[in-house]
């Protein structure tokens, strides 16, 4: 057989075959039957745990409509006042795009509301999941271990502690271990640190009162007691107001809390002396031009760990393999889309993802 025909026969069989196939194509389209499960099977042979969780998408995480294993029910749940604006803002949108998931704050009952009464209730089955600004303590996991189940935190947003001083008060900034003495009584006039010959009046709330007391004491003061010229208060508008009108004061609280305030300034703090980093974004907004502007909080070093008291807000699920387990994993998974990231960043705090 000449070149030619061999040619021609060979187009020929291709023409034959590429039609067959598309005649069998569009049978099996015009049947409703799905060809991309072979290319499926042929992709996902990883070679990874067939049990391992499937990894998170763009698409299947990208707002709240979209997140999976969620279930039906009102769910009562509590824990740190820190969390506050996070509850303002992003459980009513939750709610908005999920009504068959509502959600209901609760008060502990003759206590102050906070990290440690949010996992208490939790583990005593008072709730369906908590919101802490610590993590989790050996004798939180102890207890929920004893009463047969586990505990497992869930980190959701990046958080700054701010240092608040009187807006009248001439001083650069503090490192964390001049912030330690003052606070443990070992420094008690701003003239040991350069400042005016005045009298320091630290403010705190008790230790009783949450998370953000008990991460202070725990990693700016490495677990030492308060001194005795430390002035207890009920909560963080008290504070901020007390500090309005002492020259000498000084108090910490969530950076969101205190950076945006008109009455107080936040002060820059370093690791060491000369190494300040300051929680608000420069140049610093005078108390005179405020409400008009107001200070805004420097979230990238937050989020790089150039500012050096940091910390993550914490959802705390109950590992019991019932409803309320899955309340928090979804409640969890809400706030990690990319809507609920976004939500966290305008109250406020850092993405952490």
């Known amino acids: 057989m000449s070149q ?10 291709f023409l034959i075959t590429v039609g067959i196939v598309g005649s069998g194509l569009w049978w099996f389209a015009n049947r409703g039957i799905n060809l991309g499960i072979f290319a499926d099977s042929q992709s996902e042979d990883t070679g990874s745990d067939i049990n391992a969780p499937p990894p998170r998408s763009t698409e299947s995480t990208s707002n709240f409509a979209t997140v999976q294993n969620v279930p039906n029910g009102l769910f009562n749940y509590g824990g740190s006042t820190t969390w506050a604006p996070i509850r303002l803002a992003v459980d009513s949108a939750i709610q908005a795009a999920r009504p068959e998931f509502r959600l209901r704050y609760v008060d502990p009952t003759g206590e102050t509301p906070g990290s440690a009464s949010g996992i208490r209730m ?50 650069p900034g503090l490192t964390i271990e001049q912030v330690r003495a003052i606070y443990t009584g070992k420094i008690a006039n701003w003239n040991q640190l350069g400042g005016p010959n005045l009298a320091i009046l630290p403010l705190s709330r008790r230790m009783s009162d949450g998370g953000t007391v008990e991460f202070f004491v725990q990693d700016i003061l490495a677990n030492q007691s308060f001194g005795s010229n430390v002035e207890l208060v009920t909560d963080t508008t008290q504070a901020l107001r007390r500090l309005a009108v002492t020259p000498g004061g000084i108090y910490y609280a969530s950076a969101p809390e205190v950076v945006p305030q008109c009455t107080v300034r936040a002060l820059p703090i370093g690791r060491g002396s000369g190494d300040f980093v300051p929680p608000y974004q420069e140049p610093l907004v005078p108390v005179s031009q405020c409400p008009k502007l107001r ?7 937050f989020q790089s760990g150039d500012y050096p008291i940091t910390r993550n807000l914490f959802v705390v699920v109950k590992q019991n393999g019932q409803i309320d387990e899955q309340a928090g994993n979804a409640y969890a998974n809400f706030l990690l889309t990319e809507q609920g990231q976004e939500l966290i960043e305008q109250t406020g705090f850092v993405r952490i993802r």
């Open 4 to 13: 030619k025909n061999e040619t021609a026969v060979l187009v020929l069989t």
């Open 295 to 301: 200070n805004r909080l420097n979230l990238e070093a």
């Open 122 to 171: 939790l583990i005593e089955g008072k709730i369906a999941f908590a919101q802490s600004s610590r993590p989790l303590l050996d004798r939180e996991i102890a207890r929920a271990q004893q009463r047969g189940f586990g505990l497992n935190q869930i980190p959701v947003a990046i958080d700054g502690l701010a240092i608040a001083v009187n807006p009248n008060l001439d001083i």
